[in-house]
Nanobody, 115 residues
Framework: QVQLVESGGGLVPAGGSLRLSCVAS????????MGWYRQAPGKQRELVAR???????NYADTVKGRFTISRTNTLNTVSLQMNSLKPEDTAVYYC?????????WGQGTQVTVSS
C-alpha cells in the first residue's frame, strides 16, 4: 500500500509559476513510477508528466518545455515545477504512483490560472 499527500496548488496569473509536491509513504521501495495527472471540468483525466524509477520522464505535448517533473533521492517525493502557466492549465492535479501493478492516487489539488 502507498499513501499520497499533495500540496502546492493555488491561484496564479497567466505566465506565473507553481510547484506541486507529492509525498508518498508506505511501500515506497516498490514504486515503479510517479507522476501527475490533471482533470479540467467536463474533460477526462489526462497524464501531465511521469518519472520512472530509472529516471526517465514522459510529458504531455501541451506542457513540454514549461513543466518539469523531478523526484527526490529518497524516492518518496515527486514534484512538478510549472512555469509559464496558461489558463488552459486550470484543473485539479492528481499525484499518481505505480507500484507492483497497482495505481494509487492522491486527493487532488486545485490549480487555477487567471487570464
Amino acid at each position: 500500500q502507498v499513501q499520497l499527500v499533495e500540496s502546492g496548488g493555488g491561484l496564479v496569473p497567466a505566465g506565473g509559476s507553481l510547484r506541486l509536491s507529492c509525498v508518498a509513504s508506505g511501500s515506497i521501495l516498490s514504486i515503479n513510477g510517479m507522476g501527475w495527472y490533471r482533470q479540467a471540468p467536463g474533460k477526462q483525466r489526462e497524464l501531465v508528466a511521469r518519472i520512472w524509477s530509472g529516471g526517465s520522464t514522459n510529458y504531455a505535448d501541451t506542457v513540454k518545455g514549461r513543466f518539469t517533473i523531478s523526484r527526490t533521492n529518497t524516492l518518496n517525493t515527486v514534484s512538478l515545477q510549472m512555469n509559464s502557466l496558461k489558463p488552459e492549465d486550470t484543473a485539479v492535479y492528481y499525484c499518481n504512483v505505480l507500484s507492483r501493478g497497482n495505481a494509487y492516487w492522491g486527493q487532488g489539488t486545485q490549480v487555477t490560472v487567471s487570464s
